[in-house]
């Protein structure tokens, strides 16, 4: 696939079967008349697995051939990916493969192997993860998904900036989490190719700010290691393919702490009645921060809701 274009993303919001949900998209009354803007929020934490990752893992399964469908497919996820390859590669008949490293989430794991993934683990290590799943290919057969460059995760994700637009057409600003750039990167195209005036703001945690650096830097920068709450954003470098995007699309990529991240997750509980994992509230922390202030009707992306119930009663506990 040479270029990725609207067409395609359109295509595959076509094929997305009825269990990947159209998901709501809510105005936040307080945080509307706090910053003076409608503020909207994009619920991709009530999508079927708890993030919006089951869109792009439905485009990447339903696209493969009869053979790659036979012999399987290996992916390396933080948590959320795994969840939703498992799920969908249930739901479509084809084994799957999840390398994780041991220092992922107990609670997400457990959901991909429910799920019916197999888990391989890997050492706490980013660049572990691909050196697991290359032996994988090589000792089993395995189709190996690299989801810092595959163009059909771009796809995927860019359905969810399709659907924005057809909810809220005249939306100028939409806010949305980073980790390797596929879902910033496909959002951003969708938006940007029907609405140019459109703005894309980026948001990672302090402790994980790859893209952000790469951003500023205007190439590739890797950092050592992630440290941060964010357990679904601790990509230590962007992909190439989508940090490529991210610069022909992307207007501006913020940061935000720890601290705000968990005030943003403990607010959307009592007050919005949604629960939101820390990767999915960095957009609220960073418009509640005021790192981002809103020039029109805003959407933040909630990208995920899978949080241990015993973690988001230690967040509500110590943001009171």
């Given at each position: 696939?040479?270029?990725?274009?609207?067409?395609?993303?359109?295509?595959?919001?076509?094929?997305?079967?009825?269990?990947?949900?159209?998901?709501?998209?809510?105005?936040?009354?307080?945080?509307?008349?706090?910053?003076?803007?409608?503020?909207?929020?994009?619920?991709?934490?009530?999508?079927?697995?708890?993030?919006?990752?089951?869109?792009?893992?439905?485009?990447?399964?339903h696209r493969l051939g009869?053979?790659?469908?036979?012999?399987?497919?290996?992916?390396?996820?933080?948590?959320?990916?795994?969840?939703?390859?498992?799920?969908?590669?249930?739901?479509?008949?084809?084994?799957?493969?999840?390398?994780?490293?041991?220092?992922?989430?107990?609670?997400?794991?457990?959901?991909?192997?429910?799920?019916?993934?197999?888990?391989?683990?890997?050492?706490?290590?980013?660049?572990?993860?691909?050196?697991?799943?290359?032996?994988?290919?090589?000792?089993?057969?395995?189709?190996?998904?690299?989801?810092?460059?595959?163009?059909?995760?771009?796809?995927?994700?860019?359905?969810?900036?399709?659907?924005i637009l057809e909810q809220?057409?005249?939306?100028?600003?939409?806010?949305?989490?980073?980790?390797?750039?596929?879902?910033?990167?496909?959002?951003?195209?969708?938006?940007?190719?029907?609405?140019?005036?459109?703005?894309?703001?980026?948001?990672?945690?302090?402790?994980?700010?790859?893209?952000?650096?790469?951003?500023?830097?205007?190439?590739?920068?890797?950092?050592?290691?992630?440290?941060?709450?964010?357990?679904?954003?601790?990509?230590?470098?962007?992909?190439?393919?989508?940090?490529?995007?991210?610069?022909?699309?992307?207007?501006?990529?913020?940061?935000?702490?720890?601290?705000?991240?968990?005030?943003?997750?403990?607010?959307?509980?009592?007050?919005?009645?949604?629960?939101?994992?820390?990767?999915?509230?960095?957009?609220?922390?960073?418009?509640?921060?005021?790192?981002?202030?809103?020039?029109?009707?805003?959407?933040?992306?909630?990208?995920?809701?899978?949080?241990?119930?015993?973690?988001?009663?230690?967040?509500?506990?110590?943001?009171?």
């Amino acid at each position: 696939m040479s270029e990725i274009t609207w067409m395609e993303i359109e295509r595959a919001r076509a094929e997305l079967p009825p269990f990947i949900r159209r998901t709501p998209l809510l105005q936040s009354e307080e945080l509307s008349a706090l910053l003076g803007h409608s503020i909207w929020l994009k619920c991709e934490n009530v999508q079927v697995t708890g993030s919006y990752k089951a869109r792009a893992a439905f485009t990447v399964l339903h696209r493969l051939g009869e053979d790659a469908r036979r012999r399987g497919v290996a992916l390396t996820s933080s948590g959320n990916f795994a969840a939703a390859f498992a799920y969908v590669g249930r739901r479509l008949g084809i084994p799957t493969v999840l390398v994780m490293m041991r220092r992922t989430s107990p609670f997400k794991a457990e959901r991909t192997a429910r799920f019916g993934g197999e888990i391989v683990w890997c050492e706490d290590r980013f660049e572990a993860r691909f050196e697991m799943l290359r032996q994988l290919e090589a000792e089993r057969g395995l189709i190996a998904i690299n989801h810092l460059e595959d163009p059909h995760v771009v796809i995927g994700h860019g359905t969810i900036g399709a659907e924005i637009l057809e909810q809220l057409p005249e939306t100028p600003t939409v806010l949305v989490p980073i980790s390797t750039g596929g879902l910033i990167a496909g959002i951003a195209l969708a938006l940007k190719e029907r609405n140019p005036r459109a703005s894309i703001i980026g948001v990672q945690p302090e402790g994980s700010k790859a893209a952000y650096l790469s951003f500023k830097a205007g190439t590739v920068v890797t950092i050592p290691e992630a440290r941060t709450i964010c357990d679904a954003l601790t990509a230590t470098r962007p992909g190439t393919l989508m940090f490529s995007l991210i610069q022909r699309y992307v207007d501006d990529i913020v940061v935000v702490s720890d601290d705000e991240v968990a005030e943003a997750v403990a607010w959307l509980a009592r007050e919005e009645k949604l629960v939101v994992e820390p990767s999915g509230a960095v957009g609220v922390a960073a418009l509640r921060s005021g790192r981002v202030s809103p020039r029109g009707p805003t959407v933040v992306l909630l990208s995920g809701g899978n949080v241990a119930p015993m973690r988001l009663a230690e967040i509500l506990t110590s943001s009171r």
